[in-house]
Nanobody, 117 residues
């Protein structure tokens, strides 16, 4: 029902920056929560950040002060601005969507972020 399209991943040097984008379409609901999760090779998926329809953010401790999650003023596009990137940030980053009246989670296909010199 809901489709998520992610972009912005790539290869960056330690200390560099990237901005990820995710757009949700196809049956979205005004009240929702969107967020970013990541999964490194051989590890479990972990929460990075979430943001509500009203713009209230939440961050994992590991990215506080370095990453910023934001939303477009209209529509369901979410951004993840990543600064001071570290090698341990290397992972596939997945966008997630969840509407207020539903417990169903929708996931994007993921975008690879590689932090390496």
């Amino acid at each position: 029902q809901v489709q998520l399209v992610e972009s912005g991943g790539g290869l960056v040097q330690p200390g560099g920056s990237l901005r990820l984008s995710c757009s949700a379409t196809g049956g979205t609901f005004p009240n929702n929560v969107m967020g970013w999760y990541r999964q490194a090779p051989g590890k479990q998926r972990e929460l990075v950040a979430t943001i509500t329809s009203r713009g209230t953010p939440n961050y994992a401790d590991s990215v506080k002060g370095r990453f910023t999650i934001s939303r477009a003023k209209v529509g369901n596009t979410v951004y993840l601005t990543m600064n001071s990137l570290k090698p341990e940030d290397t992972a596939v980053y997945y966008c997630k969507y969840r509407s207020g009246p539903s417990t169903t989670d929708y996931w994007g296909q993921g975008t690879q972020v590689t932090v390496s010199s």
